[in-house]
């Protein structure tokens, strides 16, 4: 019996005390050494085989772990970055908007602000020029139409200046249709 101890079971044993200190530390490098022939050391080759195998992988794992934890890393800066780039596309697209804004209220108070003394100039041009009591000379009257025409082409082009603001603000729609070119 004790002949069949010392080849059965004390081997047997010595594996189950190799298989607890495993569970308990799988990335130990724990390799039983044996001289058993047959099924003891076919169980023993077995246990081996199987640490090994599972060291193995439990060393892919944290390398795969390792290289997701580095791709986590880049997509959060990536993401950081991306969120930082919206804050600032957000905060330059507020101040075009109040450019915008600016841009459009400096339009329509300079057009008023023109407009205003160009009809007073345009009323007295003429004037001017209708006078009856004290007509202009030949070269007076022509200085006082330029002046006259020059105004009209200038109260013109500060109407479309007036009008694309008003336009930008809001305050006028655009209608398309047909214009005879004649």
């Known amino acids: 019996a004790i002949a069949l101890q010392k080849i059965i079971s004390a081997p047997i044993f010595h594996l189950a005390r190799a298989s607890e200190q ?25 246990f081996n085989d199987m640490t090994a195998t599972i060291r193995e992988r439990q060393e892919e794992l ?10 986590r890393d880049a997509i959060d800066k990536k993401n950081q970055a991306l969120e930082e ?16 804004r600016y841009k459009s209220e400096f339009l329509a108070n ?5 407009r205003s003394p160009l009809n007073t100039i345009l009323m007295f041009s003429d004037v001017l020029l209708e ?6 000379s030949g070269k007076s009257y022509a200085y006082v139409e330029n002046i006259g025409k020059s105004g009209k082409e200038l ?15 809001g305050q006028m729609e655009v209608v398309v249709e047909a214009v005879p070119l004649d």
Do not use: C, W, Y
Request: hydrophobic share 45%; charged share 25%; glycine share 6%.
């Open 22 to 46: 495993f569970a308990k530390a799988p990335d130990s490098a724990l390799h039983l050494s044996h001289d058993h022939i047959g099924e003891v050391g076919v169980l023993f080759d077995a």
């Open 62 to 71: 944290q390398q795969r772990n390792a290289e997701l934890a580095q791709q």
């Open 85 to 100: 780039t919206r804050l600032l596309l957000e905060k330059k697209a507020l101040d075009l908007e109040q450019v915008s």
């Open 110 to 114: 300079m057009s008023h602000e023109l």
């Open 131 to 136: 006078k009856k009591d004290q007509p202009l």
């Open 155 to 169: 109260l013109q082009l500060i109407g479309g200046i007036l009008d694309l603001s008003k336009l930008e603000a």
